[in-house]
């Protein structure tokens, strides 16, 4: 499991530009999935001593929770695959979604937004390290799993090696060449990143 940890938490060469985390309860509306209002939407997280999404997980202090631990609240939303409840970032379990950056990444985010909007999120920590930085099971009151609709909705993939294929007979036909870096991830083709985001800053700086 601490490697399914260590590949979960972004890589040290992720994109440099800063992720804006989203307050759900308070967003004004959830507009479309291509277009939406900064002053609406953009809402101030809780100030937490947890460290960004773009820390690695801390191996060393890493262990899995044998006791049930359980948080439960709104969401703050970092991207398709993050989340925050009472000040404790919470990757969800079993799945992939692609970065703010990549392509999708934006649609993946907001549609994660759209799902927990104005509902209390149950996050059941399977692990965690000392910095609170943690992997949990997450679900709507309705008892629907975060990770199965996010997978539905053709906005994240199946990560087999830590779920055991729970969401693998979920996936959208076609879906991993539509998210292709993270099925890259998957397989442990870092180059592929690195060659995209080599590409993209080239095209940001007009070369």
């Given at each position: 499991?601490?490697?399914?940890?260590?590949?979960?938490?972004?890589?040290?060469?992720?994109?440099?530009a800063?992720?804006?985390?989203?307050l759900?309860?308070?967003?004004?509306?959830y507009?479309?999935?291509?277009?939406?209002?900064?002053?609406?939407?953009?809402?101030?997280?809780?100030?937490?001593?947890?460290?960004?999404?773009?820390?690695?997980?801390?191996?060393?202090?890493?262990?899995?929770?044998?006791?049930?631990?359980?948080?439960?609240?709104?969401?703050?939303?970092?991207?398709?695959?993050?989340?925050?409840?009472?000040?404790?970032?919470?990757?969800?379990?079993?799945?992939?979604?692609?970065?703010?950056?990549?392509?999708?990444?934006?649609?993946?985010?907001?549609?994660?937004?759209h799902?927990?909007?104005?509902?209390?999120?149950?996050?059941?920590v399977?692990?965690?390290?000392?910095?609170?930085?943690?992997?949990?099971?997450?679900?709507?009151?309705?008892?629907?799993?975060?990770?199965?609709?996010?997978?539905?909705?053709g906005?994240a993939?199946?990560?087999?090696?830590?779920?055991?294929?729970?969401?693998?007979?979920?996936?959208v036909?076609?879906?991993?060449?539509?998210?292709?870096?993270?099925?890259?991830?998957?397989?442990?083709?870092?180059?592929?990143?690195?060659?995209?985001?080599?590409?993209?800053?080239?095209?940001?700086?007009?070369?």
């Amino acid at each position: 499991m601490l490697n399914f940890l260590r590949a979960l938490f972004k890589p040290s060469y992720r994109h440099n530009a800063k992720s804006k985390t989203h307050l759900v309860k308070e967003t004004s509306a959830y507009v479309s999935d291509r277009s939406i209002s900064a002053s609406s939407a953009q809402q101030k997280a809780p100030q937490s001593n947890t460290s960004t999404s773009g820390a690695a997980f801390d191996e060393a202090t890493a262990h899995s929770v044998m006791l049930p631990r359980v948080l439960e609240g709104p969401a703050y939303v970092t991207d398709g695959d993050t989340i925050t409840i009472q000040k404790t970032q919470v990757r969800l379990y079993g799945i992939d979604a692609p970065e703010l950056h990549h392509p999708y990444g934006k649609k993946a985010k907001w549609a994660m937004v759209h799902l927990c909007k104005g509902h209390s999120i149950r996050a059941e920590v399977t692990d965690e390290d000392d910095h609170g930085r943690t992997v949990a099971k997450c679900f709507l009151p309705d008892g629907r799993d975060l990770s199965e609709e996010m997978v539905k909705l053709g906005l994240a993939i199946d990560w087999p090696k830590f779920s055991g294929g729970k969401y693998g007979n979920l996936e959208v036909t076609g879906i991993r060449k539509k998210l292709w870096l993270a099925d890259a991830r998957q397989k442990g083709r870092m180059h592929v990143w690195e060659k995209f985001d080599a590409q993209k800053n080239r095209r940001g700086k007009g070369e």
